[in-house]
Structures are given as C-alpha cells and as structure tokens.
C-alpha cells in the first residue's frame, strides 16, 4: 500500500468536495526548503460555485507535507507553531491536546469569478507573501486573527479590501494528517473600517457575522465597506456591547503622553478617536485592561472604584471609574481639538491623523 504524506492528506480533502475536477497547481521552481525564495511548495487553485461562483485557493507549505521529513526540522516546525501570533485572539482551541503538524494550517482564499477562464494569479503572490511574514517572524496565524496589508491586497487596484481576518475555512474546515492536525483557515478580505470594528469586538465572532452578509467569505473586490450597512452595523453595535474585545493593545504613531502643571496631556490622532473610545468601552466597560502603544509612550488604562493617574515604571497607568469613562467618552470628539476633563486631571489633544500610500505619500487627512 502507497504511504500516504502530508501532501496528500490535504488534496484528498480537498478532492472530497470537488471530486469532479482537478485542482490547478503552481508549484514553486524551488521552494523554500530546498533554498528557494519561496515559502510555500506550492498553490493549488479550485472552482467553486458554492455561495457564488468564485476561484478557491489552497496553500501547501504551513504544515509538513512529506513523511520523510528530518525530526530536527519537524522539532522546528512545532516550535514556530506554539509561538504567540501578537495576541490577538486564541489560538486553535480545539487543537491544543493534538500534535499538530507544522504552524498547524494552511491557507484558503476564496476570490469571486468573473467571466475569465484562467484564475488572476495575484492571490498567490499575496498567499507566498503571508508565507514569508509568518516564517521570518514565527507568527502564526490563527482564527479570529486580522493584519492590515497598508494597501489593496490586490495590487494596483482601487479596491477597498487593504486588509485580512483569519477564520476557519466554512468548508474544509480541519483534518487529521500522517504528521499531526491542522486547519484550513481562511484569509477573508476586509476594509479598512471592517478592520477597526473587527479589533473592537471578538475576531472570530465578527468575521462569523461577516460570512451571514458573504457566504464563505469570498473576496469581492468591487465590494464596499459592510459597515455602511444598517443591519451588519447594528450586529457589530450590539456584540461589541455583549462581548466586549479581545484587543487589549493599539498601536497609534501620533501617540504622546507628558505631565504638565499637575496634569497628564495625551495626544493622538483624530482617524483614531471612535476606534479608541469604542475599545475603552468594550474593555474597560467589561472590567478589561486596555493599553495604548507607541515607540515612545505606553497608556495603560484599567476600570476602578477610585480615579487615579500616575506613572508605573515607563507605563502611564490611568485609573477611570465608570464616571471617569463616561465623561472620556461623552468629551473627546473624532475632530482636532483640546479636550479638558474634568474628573480626573487629563487633558486629551486631537491632532490630524496622516494616511500615506505605501511611498509614504499623504492621500488623506483627517482632521
């Protein structure tokens, strides 16, 4: 009897929900293992009608393919694969008891079809990129996860897809191979706007809505913002308030913190002020910790009984009661401007937030 690898453990699953076609294959010329520039051994590329006719990708690379794999590596592998992936959400649950193999996953990208016969080949480029991230950093990525690609994740189109969420895929779902567990775990395109809800709730819980509005997360890149929709905002408004977030750090570049005159002047930018007041509520409203991040300052914020700010070593630690919280919230506006609390001796100036293209040339300004 053949032996069976990681390799083909992975196709037959896929083949188990198409097994009227053959998958297109792009192998790399050489993979990264052997040298290559390559991450990834490969891309295998499927149709699919399912939701709406759309081109359905799967890497092979994440996990260990071959049986035949040196237990030196496999050790390397495993390791890469129980480091933190920037604490955004939990990692693979259901798997923690399991061997799993490699990082654990691999990738799918759904991407809705048009009238063409061969499938863009964009998705692989940006599936060997997200390779190269997780395999020079040892972070993985995991469900509920999010990473904002500072441009269109297709490149040089206008498309408002500049960002990523990580859910397991609605259909391959996970598998036992030779070498361990693993999870098909989609990367499902979002906007910039999603992407800021998403870090205020649970990742999983919102990209789980999302995929009610887009069945199987396809990525349309003619698609605008799910925000704008009453009934999906009214969704996220609503777990936000019921869950709270699972983002207990924001890292803002316009961020400042200096005491003067017996008070302590915050600065940060005005493109950030609803995403900052939604998570101090979600956080601190649900008795969580929530920090804000730069090079230069760290703002830690946490609920109380009694007011209280000060610095904790090289943290300004900020104390709110609940009246605290809501005079902070009810005050600061997404406008420039000085705010001057009154509760607490914290003053908070908005300045304009910057967005640059990925030159570094501003296209917008918020103020």
């Given at each position: ?96 008891d ?5 990082y ?29 991230y ?9 469900p ?19 960002c ?17 567990s ?62 709270g ?28 002020v ?15 910790p ?48 000085t ?29």
């Open positions: 009897m053949e032996t069976m690898d990681g390799f083909t453990c992975i196709s037959n699953r896929i083949k188990e929900f198409y097994p009227k076609q053959e998958g297109l294959y792009y192998g790399s010329l050489l993979p990264g293992y052997i040298g290559g520039n390559d991450p990834l051994d490969g891309v295998e590329i499927w149709k699919s009608d399912k939701g709406c006719p759309h081109w359905l990708y799967v890497t092979y690379g994440f996990t260990e393919l071959y049986a035949d794999e040196e237990d030196a590596e496999e050790e390397d592998w495993n390791d890469a694969a129980d480091k933190d992936s920037s604490s955004q959400e939990d990692d693979f649950e259901d798997l923690e399991a061997p799993i193999s490699g654990g996953f691999e990738l799918t990208f759904r991407l809705k079809r048009g009238s063409e016969d061969q499938p863009p080949v964009w998705p692989i480029d940006m599936l060997q990129n997200l390779a190269h997780v395999f020079s950093t040892g972070n993985a990525f995991a509920g996860h999010y990473l904002n690609a500072n441009g269109p994740i297709a490149l040089e189109t206008d498309t408002e897809l500049t990523l969420g990580f859910l397991t895929d609605p259909e391959l779902d996970s598998i036992q191979t030779v070498n361990g693993m999870v098909f775990l989609e990367a499902i395109g979002i906007t910039l706007d999603e992407h800021a809800a998403m870090m205020c709730w649970n990742g999983k819980n919102f990209l789980s809505e999302l995929s009610r509005h887009i069945p199987y997360g396809i990525a349309d890149l003619s698609r605008t913002s799910l925000m704008k929709q009453p009934a999906f905002r009214r969704a996220w408004e609503q777990g936000v308030a019921r869950d977030s699972s983002t207990c750090v924001l890292c803002l570049p316009e961020l400042t913190a200096d005491p003067e005159d017996g008070r302590y002047h915050l600065q940060f930018g005005a493109g950030h609803e995403q900052i007041i939604t998570l101090l509520r979600a956080r601190l409203g649900k008795g969580r929530f920090v804000l991040q730069c090079d230069a300052a760290v703002i830690g914020f946490r609920n109380a009984e009694q007011p209280d700010i000060g610095m904790d070593g090289e943290i300004l630690s900020i104390s709110l009661t609940d009246k605290n919280l809501d005079e902070i919230c009810r005050l600061v506006k997404p406008h420039t401007g705010y001057i609390m009154n509760t607490i001796p914290l003053t908070i100036k908005v300045v304009p937030t910057y967005i640059r293209d990925n030159d570094g040339t501003i296209v917008k300004i918020i103020e």
